[in-house]
RNA sequence: GGAGAGAUGGCUGAGUGGUCGAAAGCGCUCCCCUGCUAAGGGAGUAAGGGCUAAUACCCCUUCGAGGGUUCGAAUCCCUCUCUCUCCGCCA
């Protein structure tokens, strides 16, 4: 959410952002709105005020043993009346609720502007793409000759859009997954958690999937309706929720696993075929909540975690900042790592990096208490996945196959292999 | 799933219709006192919102959540959620 006061006071300046998006912010309206807001509660909280200062009156009165039924008299209709300004005044906050929590973030000043995925700007770039020497093969092709990708049980058992792994292959997914979390708590700072998968509406709300996202989620039908997590982000995220941090437990840093679950409602006719896209993935995200102010520098540093993993592995990839049109609603500011893939020679997006500052910190009201002013005042949040345990493993078995079909398996992760240093057939 | 108990400020815990945003204690902050330490004395110490140049006043809201009764609710009534204890079931 961005800071109301911003919003009325600086009106034209949030839409003017806002619009780089791409989005249209009617600001006329929103103060129109609030105009209104503010004649209401002002008047509403004059009438309360008058009321209880007259049932305080009569609370003496009454201690005193005098007559109070002129002062009964005299109180009589103030309750019809306030009455009608507080529903006014419900009805009006309500609808200037739903406008707030339906407008993105804005976006940080490095953010370059452009319309879709093709705008989005090359930071750098890390390896070279792998050229194996041969035709490279993709992770369906790969996957399925060696018997350890299952698309068909798969769609027998859930339909379109989940995968079966055997053997080394699951056993692999496994082992980058230990891999991913060894290394960002021993190495990065992060304390490991394990979060519910199935959450509650105002999760969400928090961290920005609701109220306006709600097809891209899966929901139960029980009695209270949970929904499942599409990132590890909302659960851990909420961690901080009604929170008031001290400033010495700031920077904190959280790693989960989780499988993400996304009906990607919309995203028909993409990535329909292999593991690229599925309504049920892997991935070990990366959660920080930092000081105000320290926030860009964060976001530089959780890109940098993410990276390690893409190093350690040894798989090539290039980090890119997400343009205007591309960036997600809460961000402020995001990179996406996107991986070399042989099979499809092109980079491929593998995590995705973003600073919310206060977006959804607002949201959640997630604080910490500033020690030079002694204040609750709102927190920063970061996300990054560090990275997508089924895109990793797509991108190990394209850059890792052999002519003969097999795939190595990256140093680093041998040891959690049991020493295995190849899958292949038979 | 059954039976019972409970939910109050950073914590413990009082408060069953009025001056209660809330006693007392602990903790914390500041001041005083005291060779040091220990002890002692005093003051302060919730959050959100409105108004505002203001983190100054003033006002509103909040005692698990939502509704209701009342001039007035932490206190009475209803619904829900959560926690604890015991039983059952289960991984």
């Not at 919310?356 to 604080?367: G, H, L, P």
Request: glycine share 8%.
């Amino acid at each position: 959410m961005i800071d109301p006061k911003l919003l009325r006071q600086s009106t034209a300046q949030v839409a003017t952002n806002l619009a780089r998006r791409g989005f249209e912010f009617d600001g006329d309206a929103y103060l129109v709105l609030e105009e209104r807001r503010k004649a209401l509660q002002v008047e509403t909280e004059s009438l309360r005020s008058e009321r209880n200062s007259n049932a305080k009156n009569i609370g003496k009165a009454k201690a005193q043993g005098e007559d109070i039924e002129p002062l009964l008299a005299a109180v009589k209709d103030l309750g019809d009346k306030l009455e009608s300004r507080e529903s006014a005044l419900q009805e009006v906050q309500t609808a200037l609720n739903d406008i707030e929590l339906g407008l993105p973030n804005l976006l940080a000043d490095d953010v370059p502007v452009g319309n879709s995925e093709s705008d989005n700007t090359e930071v750098r770039r890390w390896g070279e793409p792998t050229e194996p020497g041969f035709t490279a093969r993709d992770h369906i092709d790969l996957g399925e000759s060696l018997g350890m990708l299952d698309f068909e049980s798969a769609s027998r058992i859930s339909g379109a859009r989940f995968s079966v792994m055997h053997g080394p292959l699951a056993r692999l997914q496994r082992a980058l997954i230990q891999f991913m979390l060894d290394t960002h708590t021993a190495e990065h700072g992060y304390q490991e958690v394990y979060v519910p998968y199935l959450v509650q509406a105002p999760a969400l709300v928090g961290t920005g999937q609701l109220p306006k996202f709600e097809e891209d989620l899966f929901q139960t039908k029980s009695e209270t309706p949970y929904y499942l997590i599409p990132t590890a982000e909302v659960p851990v995220t909420n961690l901080a929720r009604d929170a008031i941090l001290e400033a010495d437990q700031l920077p904190s840093r959280f790693v989960a696993h989780t499988p993400c679950f996304r009906s990607e409602a919309g995203s028909y006719g993409q990535d329909t075929r292999g593991m690229i896209r599925q309504h049920q993935f892997e991935k070990v995200e990366l959660v920080q909540f930092v000081e105000p102010g320290k926030s860009a520098d964060a976001l530089e540093e959780l890109t940098g975690h993410a990276e390690v993993i893409l190093q350690r592995l040894e798989l090539p990839y290039r980090v890119v900042t997400l343009c205007s049109g591309d960036i997600g609603f809460g961000a402020t500011k995001t990179y996406d790592i996107e991986v070399w893939l042989p099979g499809q020679q092109r980079y491929r997006e593998i995590s995705s990096c973003s600073n919310y500052n206060d977006y959804q910190a607002r949201r959640m009201q997630a604080r910490w208490r500033n020690p030079s002013t002694g204040r609750p005042e709102l927190l920063h949040t970061l996300n990054g996945s560090g990275v997508a345990a089924g895109r990793a493993l797509i991108a190990i078995m394209e850059n890792y196959q052999e002519e003969d079909g097999s795939i190595r398996v990256p140093a680093v992760l041998q040891p959690y292999m049991g020493g295995l240093t190849k899958l292949s057939r038979g």
